[in-house]
């Protein structure tokens, strides 16, 4: 039985700062270096990482079919949603813009499992469903009007977003039981490899040794392991569905520190984005009265861009 307790705040700041934080350093990332061999070289140090780890915690890793399905879970999670994300960033996609597109993966997810998965999709939830698709909407269509046309890599941000959700369901579907330390490996490492695949006919090269350098050690052990590593603490403490709610608060943090970081002011519809967003989210996350939900940590610990 899942735990109903509230997560305390010295857990949950850590995980919302490092998810916010995630979405400003990787926008000063792609202006470094480009995007998808920063996200290639980025995925490969964390699959270095996890798999130092499962080695010497003696993880169990997945065989057979499993290993397989890990793999694809990864591509999908991991390679798709940074790929997505830091090719959208790289040509002009705000970063709090991102961060509010990512933040709807819980309602999505609930919305494809729902449709795919057979699990039922409450009226209030399905209210959130509604209230995310406005939020994006509105949000996107202010940076379509900022812009005075349509920026590609706003298509690019939501195809990071639909991987990432559908990475979840096929997470949930074939790869329960694996283990996070050696399933990260496996899932970084397969991700890299598809990314890195689209990497060698980008064009482009590191123009910021240093800066690139910086920004992909924070993301690697600042996202990949001790996000990881606080999220799936959330998860123990309150839930799934409580430690999904997180997502709400990231996109407010992820403006105000791109802020200082990045010059970038949000926009008027992107504020209103946030705050429909925010309670898309609340709705969006809440569990369903007659059934515990079931935790997707592996998954959703890849939340931190």
């Known amino acids: 039985m899942q735990s109903t307790r509230s997560i305390p705040l010295p857990l949950a700041a850590p995980i919302v700062v490092i998810w916010a934080s995630g979405f400003p ?58 790929a997505g994300c ?35 999709l409450s009226r209030i939830r399905a209210i959130g469903l509604v209230l995310g698709v406005l939020a994006v909407v509105v949000t ?43 399933g990260g490996a496996v899932q970084s490492g397969a991700a890299a490899l ?17 800066q690139a350098t910086a920004v992909l050690l924070w993301l690697v052990l600042a996202g990949s392991v001790a996000g990881t590593a606080f999220y799936l603490r959330a998860i123990a403490v309150g839930g799934a569905s409580r430690a999904s709610a997180l997502f709400c608060i990231v996109p407010p943090v992820s403006a105000l520190l791109s802020w200082p970081i990045l010059g970038e002011t949000p926009s008027v519809t992107a504020v209103l984005g946030m705050a429909i967003g925010a309670v898309a989210c609340v709705l969006g996350t809440r569990p369903d009265p007659a059934r515990a939900p079931k935790p997707r940590g592996l998954a959703e610990a890849r939340a931190a861009a």
């Open 86 to 120: 830091y090719g959208g960033m790289a040509v002009g996609v705000p970063a709090s813009v991102t961060a509010l597109v990512l933040a709807m993966n819980p309602v999505l997810t609930a919305a494809l499992a729902a449709g795919f998965l057979g699990e039922r």
């Open 140 to 182: 996107l269509g202010g940076q379509v009007l900022a812009d005075g046309a349509v920026n590609p890599g706003i298509l690019l941000t939501l195809l990071g977003l639909l991987g990432f959700s559908a990475g979840g369901l096929y997470q949930q579907r074939y790869c329960t039981g694996v283990d996070v330390r050696a």
């Open 25 to 82: 350093t990787g926008k000063l990332g792609v202006g470094a270096a480009p995007p998808f061999l920063l996200t290639s070289v980025r995925l490969a140090l964390a699959a270095l990482v996890f798999a130092a780890i499962a080695v010497c915690s003696r993880a169990t890793w997945p065989g057979g079919k499993r290993f397989g399905h890990t793999a694809v879970a990864g591509i999908l999670t991991s390679g798709a949603q940074f």
């Open 194 to 210: 598809a990314v890195g695949v689209i990497a060698v006919f980008e064009q482009g090269h590191v123009t910021h040794w240093g």
